[in-house]
């Protein structure tokens, strides 16, 4: 099955600084990679995803990649603000299953 | 409302006890997931719905843990005979569609711990 690793597990930036978040997986069949952000006692909020015939995409201060060859992607958040501290997933989800498979966080600490 | 809503919070049970876990999807939406999250991980899949009918199990750790749909809408996450290990938190996701690409909108959670 899908397996999704990802880096740094912790992440400590200065406010205004940027931050990248890795992913790697090992199914050649998924297609489908959201990013999710979730702040302490609550559920995982969708941030930003792409798809498998994209290359890149970007949403304000938030980007993400994809390199299907090598199988992995990447988060990057520019002009970080404390508000952005919170841990970070990543997941991959493959053609015809409905399910994700995520990553095991990054925690995000942006310092003012 | 407005988002995904899960009850009880906050759960403390026994070991050995039965446990039920509700989520209430977006109105609207066919597909609904449960995941569980335990503590410093990533949320693993356990099952998946679309509208009534449980479409994949294949996460559901043992045959302690059940989960119904019956209607299409509300969905129930059922432990039996609790144990330690099942201490995590339980989420609750549903989407609009039955696309792969569907985006999932997460509820806040359940957190069972087993005593």
């Known amino acids: 099955g899908e397996n999704v690793e990802q880096h740094p597990s912790t992440l400590s930036v200065q406010e205004g600084d940027s931050a990248v978040i890795k992913c790697t997986y090992s199914?050649?069949?998924?297609?489908?990679f959201p990013w999710y952000k979730q702040e302490l006692g609550k559920g995982p909020q969708l941030i930003i995803d792409?798809?498998?015939?994209?290359g890149e995409k970007k949403d304000q201060r938030i980007a993400v990649t994809l390199n299907k060859t090598a199988k992995h992607f990447s988060l990057h958040i520019t002009e970080t603000q404390p508000e952005d501290s919170a841990v970070y997933f990543c997941?991959?989800?493959?053609?015809?299953?409905?399910?994700?498979?995520f990553g095991t966080g990054t925690r995000l600490l942006v310092s003012p | 409302g407005a988002g995904v809503s899960q009850s009880p919070r906050y759960k403390v049970a026994k070991r050995g006890q039965d446990v039920a876990l509700r989520c209430d999807p977006i109105?609207?939406?066919?597909?609904l997931f449960w995941y569980q999250q335990a503590l410093g991980q990533g949320p693993e899949f356990l099952t998946y719905?679309?509208?009534?009918?449980?479409?994949?199990k294949s996460g559901l750790p043992s045959d302690r843990f059940f989960a119904e749909r019956p209607e299409g809408s509300v969905s129930t996450l059922k432990i039996q005979r609790t144990q330690q290990e099942d201490s995590a938190v339980y989420l609750c996701?549903?989407?609009?569609?039955?696309?792969?690409?569907?985006?999932?909108?997460f509820g806040p959670g359940t957190r069972l711990t087993v005593l």
């Open positions: 109105s609207g939406h066919v597909s």
């Open positions: 996701a549903s989407s609009l569609k039955r696309d792969t690409y569907n985006e999932q909108f």
């Open positions: 792409i798809r498998s015939n994209v």
């Open positions: 199914d050649s069949a998924s297609n489908y």
């Open positions: 997941a991959a989800s493959r053609a015809g299953f409905q399910k994700l498979v």
């Open positions: 719905f679309q509208n009534e009918a449980q479409l994949d």
